[in-house]
């Protein structure tokens, strides 16, 4: 694969996860089920955000090269929230349709709308 397709696979990987934070989470959990592997949690959502911007897949593609910096602001504060939610102490949150985390999940929400709604570079 061409460096410059890795790039570009990278970048639409990022807006792609990014729309799924954006939608409802019955639309979440509908994308999540399309996968063919239906699933009860979210945390697959972090797993892939932190990877996108941490590992930097794709030959070591740094992802600020392609996204404004208001926008790595709005990726790094959604990686921060599930990384915080990640140590265990907060289990429900990544469950669907459960209420306790409803707020969390809408911040995000907002923030993933924020982010499309923003020219790539």
Do not use: C
Request: avoid cysteine.
């Amino acid at each position: 694969m061409e460096d410059d397709e890795i790039r570009q696979n990278l970048v639409n990987n990022i807006i792609r996860l990014i729309s799924v934070l954006a939608s409802s989470e019955i639309e979440q959990k509908a994308y999540s089920n399309s996968l063919g592997f239906p699933i009860d949690i979210k945390d697959d959502f972090a797993e892939d955000l932190h990877m996108y911007l941490n590992e930097q897949i794709g030959g070591g593609i740094d992802v600020s090269a392609y996204f404004n910096a208001k926008q790595m602001e709005i990726l790094r504060q959604i990686d921060s929230v599930f990384d915080e939610k990640s140590d265990g102490s907060a289990s429900t949150f990544w469950v669907f349709f459960d209420k306790a985390y409803e707020y969390e999940w809408e911040w995000i929400r907002l923030l993933a709308k924020e982010f499309l709604a923003m020219p790539t570079m």
